[in-house]
């Protein structure tokens, strides 16, 4: 019998105006224009969206698991890139 | 090439990353053994909702108000979605939708079997919103826990649309119960119909339940079937005393020093027939799954044939 | 036309509307759980559910007019088929995936000019549901564009199920550019919308649809009228049956 041919996509979906694009799940579709079709039918249901973007799921390109030392790790001895790191006296802390 | 040693250690770090409540993300290693059992939990859980649109649907032409046919309309329409989401999950394992539904259709892969008993009255559509979709929110509640990432965010956007589904259940129930003496009775046969499948949803009881340890261990339940049911018969109970009906089970007792009802023993024969295909509409459901499929056949085919006739236009113009 | 018989006029045009949404919206509902896959289940919902949501705002309207004690689903559900008002494009069966969809292209195109003229309306109500209409109106429009694209231009076969479609709804659409004397009275005044002026824009905008879909323009040798007297297909009895059936089996009751 006749299977699905359609094509996997990656929802992502701006809540409100100022907020960021977030993923919420994926669908099957044709194309592009279909995909954004579908994903304001199957996600936006409650209006919960005033933006979408659709990307085919085989064009993300996501870090691998063995890799996560080398790309994270290296991060975790610089806390001076955080605000925490920074004592000030408490007159002036709220900065 | 891993060796053993290599999958010991991803093992334990696996194990590991469990206790520690973090959850399993799809590029994670992880057992072959767990990714199985996900696939087979949450594909079963997908196929449940897609089945699930049938018996309501029974009633979606004849739904007695239209508010009342926009409501279960919109309900029809999430389950379809929640299938949706929960097969987005399962293709997040490697295996694609197509396969699953095949499975489904092959008979290799399970339903709820509450979906194989028959809507005969519209009670019968406020009894499915009220028991079986509260019964599943039970169960889905302590899922959102569950520990594989993309199930558990499903959950959470499933639980939240559902909290209407049970609500618009009993209200239906209650416009019944304080309805003309036809409705009432209509009510209560619902009640009594719907009451101990809903109990069955939670599946066996723990001593007696295949999976349940390793799905323990591996967090993907988070509690036993037995606490769950218990949960849902402690909360059916004064529902049911507001309703003024009468609760189809006779053994139904507070008990003070667990501070939980006792309640009657499920029919388990009755349980096991319907699973094993007895149910009045175990066939009716699968057929019906694999004639919308087969007459949906020519339209799929003509998508890939659109696009593919529409890429070699595009291909000629650049 | 006093103000009594304006009202009775426009009671009268509400319930043809409401009809019209009631009826179609039944019929794509059917296609929950029978789309060729699911996230066709979804979109379907969605178009049913606008259908039905501007009914209950267009008998809702025609309830407040008759000022009778009657509400919206009086109207829906206490109507025999003679009663029903509805074009009778909207009562065919759903047919299979073709049909559906090309059904929705012709209405579709003919809602989107109608619609855009009733929110100019000058009665307030109804140009104020059709400015809601039409914003569902022009998505429903582009989902059938598209399928009739893809259907029309997809494989043998869907081209084939395609024309068909076409041809056999053809002689359904004469009907929808022939206002009778209540409609023609009610555009006159402002109030309603001259359908037959809708006829030249839809049938440019259909032809370059159809165009693009490898599909032909059905010539006009046959034609079914009757909707809007009552003169329905047999189809509609059968819908309405089903319809009303728990409805009218405990009557007074609430639901």
Redesign the interface.
């Known amino acids: 019998?006749?299977?699905?041919?359609?094509e996997?996509f990656e929802v992502f979906i701006r809540s409100r105006r100022g907020l960021d694009h977030k993923h919420?799940?994926?669908?099957?579709?044709?194309?592009h224009?279909?995909a954004l079709?579908?994903a304001?039918?199957?996600y936006t249901?409650?209006s919960e969206g005033v933006s979408i973007w659709v990307v085919r799921s085989r064009d993300i390109c996501?870090?691998?698991?063995e890799d996560s030392e080398s790309f994270f790790d290296p991060s975790d001895d610089k806390p001076y890139r955080l605000a925490t790191y920074y004592k000030l006296p408490d007159p002036v802390d709220n900065m | 090439m891993k060796t053993s040693a290599d999958e010991q250690e991803l093992e334990r770090r696996f194990q590991q990353r469990i206790e520690d409540e973090q959850k399993i993300e799809p590029?994670?290693?992880m057992p072959a053994a767990y990714r199985k059992n996900l696939i087979r939990q949450i594909s079963q859980h997908a196929h449940s909702e897609v089945i699930g649109m049938q018996p309501e649907g029974n009633f979606l032409t004849r739904a007695p108000s239209l508010r009342r046919k926009a409501v279960l309309l919109?309900k029809i329409?999430?389950e379809a979605?929640h299938g949706?989401?929960l097969y987005?999950?399962a293709?997040t394992l490697g295996t694609?939708?197509?396969e699953l539904?095949?499975a489904l259709q092959a008979g290799e892969a399970k339903y709820a079997s509450i979906f194989n008993y028959p809507t005969q009255t519209w009670g019968d559509v406020g009894a499915i919103g009220w028991l079986v979709d509260g019964a599943a929110i039970v169960n889905q509640i302590s899922l959102q826990r569950t520990s594989y990432g993309p199930y558990a965010r499903?959950m959470v956007?499933i639980c939240k649309?559902e909290s209407f589904h049970q609500r618009q259940g009993y209200e239906i129930m209650i416009a019944l119960a304080h309805g003309s003496a036809e409705q009432r009775e209509m009510a209560q046969d619902s009640l009594n119909r719907f009451y101990w499948p809903a109990l069955m949803m939670f599946g066996p009881h723990d001593r007696e339940s295949a999976h349940s340890a390793r799905s323990m261990q591996w967090k993907i339940k988070r509690e036993t079937n037995d606490d769950l049911r218990q949960k849902f018969i402690d909360q059916t109970v004064p529902q049911i005393a507001f309703l003024g009906l009468e609760h189809p089970d006779s053994g139904i007792r507070w008990n003070e020093e667990r501070q939980h009802y006792d309640h009657g023993e499920i029919d388990w024969n009755e349980f096991y027939a319907v699973i094993n295909g007895n149910g009045h509409c175990n066939r009716q459901r699968m057929e019906h799954h694999i004639r919308a499929?087969?007459e949906g056949?020519?339209v799929?085919?003509a998508?890939?044939a659109?696009?593919e006739k529409r890429g070699g236009r595009k291909q000629q113009v650049a | 036309m006093n103000d009594d018989d304006s009202k009775q006029a426009t009671l009268a045009y509400a319930l043809r509307l409401g009809d019209d949404s009631l009826v179609l919206g039944q019929r794509i509902s059917e296609w929950v759980s029978n789309a060729p896959?699911?996230?066709e289940d979804?979109?379907c919902g969605?178009v049913a559910l606008d259908y039905i949501g501007r009914a209950r705002l267009y008998y809702g309207y025609a309830a407040e007019l008759a000022a009778d004690g009657r509400d919206e689903d009086d109207f829906a559900y206490l109507r025999s088929a003679r009663e029903f008002r509805n074009y009778l494009i909207y009562e065919l069966p759903r047919g299979d995936f073709a049909f559906t969809q090309v059904r929705q292209l012709l209405v579709d195109l003919f809602n989107t000019g109608y619609l855009a003229a009733l929110a100019g309306s000058r009665d307030a109500t109804l140009a104020a549901i059709a400015a809601k209409a039409i914003k569902e109106t022009r998505?429903h429009l582009?989902?059938s564009r598209?399928w009739v694209l893809?259907l029309g231009d997809g494989t043998g076969e869907s081209h084939r199920r395609t024309q068909k479609a076409l041809d056999d709804l053809w002689g359904y659409t004469h009907e929808l550019f022939e206002p009778d004397a209540l409609e023609l009275r009610l555009a006159a005044a402002g109030t309603g919308v001259d359908t037959a002026a809708l006829k030249p824009e839809w049938k440019r905008a259909l032809a370059a649809v159809l165009n693009e879909a490898t599909l032909s323009l059905p010539a006009d040798d046959w034609a079914v009228r009757g909707g809007r007297t009552g003169y329905h297909t047999e189809n509609l009895g059968h819908l309405l049956t089903q319809l009303q059936s728990i409805h009218r089996a405990y009557p007074g009751c609430r639901w």
């Open positions: 019998m006749s299977q699905e041919k359609l996997l919420v799940g994926s669908l099957h579709a044709q194309d224009e279909q079709e579908y304001r039918d199957c249901r409650r996501a870090s691998q698991e | 590029k994670d290693w919109s329409q999430d979605g949706l989401y987005s999950a293709e694609p939708r197509s539904i095949a499903g956007r649309e499929h087969e056949a020519w799929r085919d998508i890939a659109h696009r | 896959f699911l996230e979804i979109a969605n998505y582009r989902r598209e893809r």
